[in-house]
């Protein structure tokens, strides 16, 4: 069973897949490079839970979440675990824990909050706990629903600042699920579906999450420049779509080293690289090769946290 929430041993709180990577390479973290415990979030239970690729150097495809060792069961007497033995969404009855638990819907963010809020713990804890709520009232909802044959939304308001989650929900999500599900970034509020934007289609209007395929990413020295494949059509004119990255940008960041593991891995991958980025509008600059001036379109990414990139292999 994949789980999307656990109790951290060492933080003595419940923790998400993503704060348990930032935590692990944000190099001004207390955890930085520490491997954390995990266990599982219902206090009837605690038994051990997995990481699965969440210390991962770069991140593909697969979503982060956190699983139970297979050796292990949750716990069932004197009190069942009420996360693992629990009533499924969408069924009116108690059913068998793993068919139950196959079905189960992923969790995804309804707010992306462009800025990083500083919470206490004392407001974590309310967050999860709310995020808890919204569960049982959704259960309570859909047997309401099903009783009397309305409709009701199943999916919860989860507000979340890390960018790699609303990239993975967008990868991990068929198109109806993305249409049906509202996405409000910065008081802006459409679906899933309609918040992506091919980068080649930047002049469509701002506010997007942008995204392409890139060709292999070229090093300068200390610096980096990413190139997307697509070109846009500005003003009559076939441009070029780049990012760059300097060193002292690079520098100041506090994922750095696992940032310039990724980016070095780019220089020489083969495949298929799809770049992200979200905050920033690309405009149309004039730049200086060798001499002769030309038009292109740059993408400034002045946040780091707001550049996700994705590959096209699968890994466990």
Not at 153 to 173: L, R
Not at 301 to 308: C, T
Request: hydrophobic share 30%; proline share 2%; charged share 30%.
């Amino acid at each position: 069973m994949k789980f999307e929430k656990a109790f951290c041993v060492e933080t003595n709180d419940y923790i998400n897949p993503y704060e348990a990577r930032d935590l692990y390479f944000s190099e001004d973290s207390e955890y930085y490079l520490k491997r954390l415990t995990f266990q599982c979030p219902s206090e009837n239970c605690r038994v051990t839970l997995l990481p699965v690729a969440i210390y991962r150097q770069e991140k593909t495809k697969t979503k982060i979440h956190f699983r139970t060792k297979s050796s292990i069961n949750h716990i069932q007497i004197p009190k069942k675990c009420n996360y693992y033995y629990n009533v499924d969404f969408e069924s009116t009855i108690e059913v068998n824990a793993k068919k139950s638990n196959n079905k189960k819907k992923s969790i995804i963010p309804t707010e992306f909050l462009l800025v990083k809020p500083t919470l206490s713990k004392n407001s974590i804890r309310k967050t999860d706990n709310s995020n808890t709520n919204d569960r049982d009232t959704a259960l309570n909802n859909t047997r309401r629903s099903k009783s009397s044959g309305s409709s009701t939304n199943k999916f919860s308001n989860v507000k979340t600042h890390y960018f790699e989650q609303i990239i993975d929900c967008y990868e991990n999500n068929d198109e109806r699920t993305l249409k049906a599900v509202s996405l409000t970034i910065n008081g802006k509020k459409k679906s899933y579906y309609s918040f992506f934007k091919k980068s080649e289609y930047f002049q469509d209007g701002e506010g997007y999450i942008y995204w392409g395929g890139v060709t292999q990413l070229k090093k300068y020295g200390n610096n980096y420049k990413i190139k997307f494949i697509k070109k846009a059509w500005v003003n009559g004119q076939s441009l070029e779509m780049t990012i760059y990255l300097n060193s002292d940008q690079i520098k100041s960041y506090n994922k750095k080293n696992q940032l310039l593991e990724v980016l070095e891995k780019l220089t020489t991958f083969e495949g298929e690289i799809r770049c992200y980025f979200v905050g920033v509008y690309p405009k149309v600059e004039k730049v200086d090769v060798n001499g002769k001036i030309f038009d292109a379109v740059s993408v400034k990414v002045e946040n780091l946290d707001h550049l996700v990139f994705r590959f096209d292999i699968e890994e466990e």
